[in-house]
């Protein structure tokens, strides 16, 4: 949390990151941009989608009032390297290709979307979450402690995190189009559509 709330607290105009990216609608322009990607990868209707749809068009926060910052898109557990020596330590963040900037709550709903409390899945899985582990932070606390460290308003942080779980349901059926399109074989992929409706 100590290491998102510093990426989001660099100058991004002394920087010169401020070019990258146009901060002005960004998280408008951001659901459009995945709400394109669900009507062109959907393979049946879907009526949850649709009330995701219109629940996050009627709650778009507006441009926020704390500044455009850096966002790394997809700042998550595994895009960090830790210190072998002092896993409290973060060496990197890795996987910079989506960054903008724009709105930082972009970061905290994602990385609340991935991060598990509890398993819902008793089977063995390389794919589990370490989060629901002890000595994890609850959500509640990587909440507090970011709004300690940055200072921000986290009042509409559902929005944030609804939004960066609908963004991983149209990824997660983006694949199950390709895959009923035969673009690829992986029979991992066969069920997917099941994903999207959890």
Sequence with gaps: MDTLAALHAVDIHKSGIAEIGR????????????????????????????????????????DRDTGATIVHNDFKLDNIMLDTDDPARVMAVLDWEMCSVGDPLIDLGLLLCYWTLKSTDDQPSSLRAVTNGPGWMTREEIIERYRKQTGRDLSHIVFYETFARFKVAVIIQQIYFRFVRGQTRDERFRHFHRLVLT
């Design 23 to 62: 901060p002005e609608g960004f998280v408008g322009r951001q659901r459009a941009r995945v709400v394109d990607r669900w009507h062109r990868s959907k393979t049946s209707e879907v009526a949850e989608m649709d009330q995701v749809i219109q629940w996050l068009g009627d709650r778009i926060p507006a």
